[in-house]
């Protein structure tokens, strides 16, 4: 099983940056995939960037060349550097885990709580 706890959003000017971190705790399973996902008012939740064991990454379209996915695997913790921000990236950001139970070996995913990023104009 896995924690997942978020922070560092906040309210931050067009073109500003910011840098979210997830802290995990976890037992009994083993990290495959790390990734942030954000879901705005009214819209469905979208990946943002992921990152793979093997630090491959995937970034959405919209945040390509602005956002940067990286991940400690010894603290367990995945980050997303946040910069040239649009008021179009605000939305509510979570961070994601998934990976497999060490004791069945299924795939399982979890979710943090969420934190707020709003970007004024």
């Known amino acids: 099983q896995a924690q997942l706890v978020e922070s560092g959003g906040g309210l931050v000017q067009a073109g500003g940056s910011l840098r979210l971190s997830c802290a995990v705790s976890?037992?009994?399973?083993?990290?495959?995939?790390m990734g942030w996902y954000r879901q705005a008012p009214g819209k469905q939740r979208e990946l943002v960037a992921q990152?793979?064991?093997?630090?491959?990454?995937t970034y959405a379209d919209s945040v390509k060349g602005r956002f940067t996915i990286s991940r400690d695997n010894a603290k367990n913790t995945v980050s997303l550097q946040m910069d040239s921000l649009k008021p179009e990236d605000t939305a509510v950001y979570y961070c994601?885990?998934?990976?497999?139970?060490?004791?069945?070996?299924?795939?399982?995913?979890?979710w943090g709580q969420g934190t707020q990023v709003t970007v004024s104009s």
């Open positions: 994601n885990a998934g990976g497999r139970s060490t004791w069945s070996w299924s795939w399982t995913e979890y």
């Open positions: 976890k037992s009994g399973f083993k990290i495959n995939t």
């Open positions: 990152i793979t064991s093997d630090d491959s990454t």
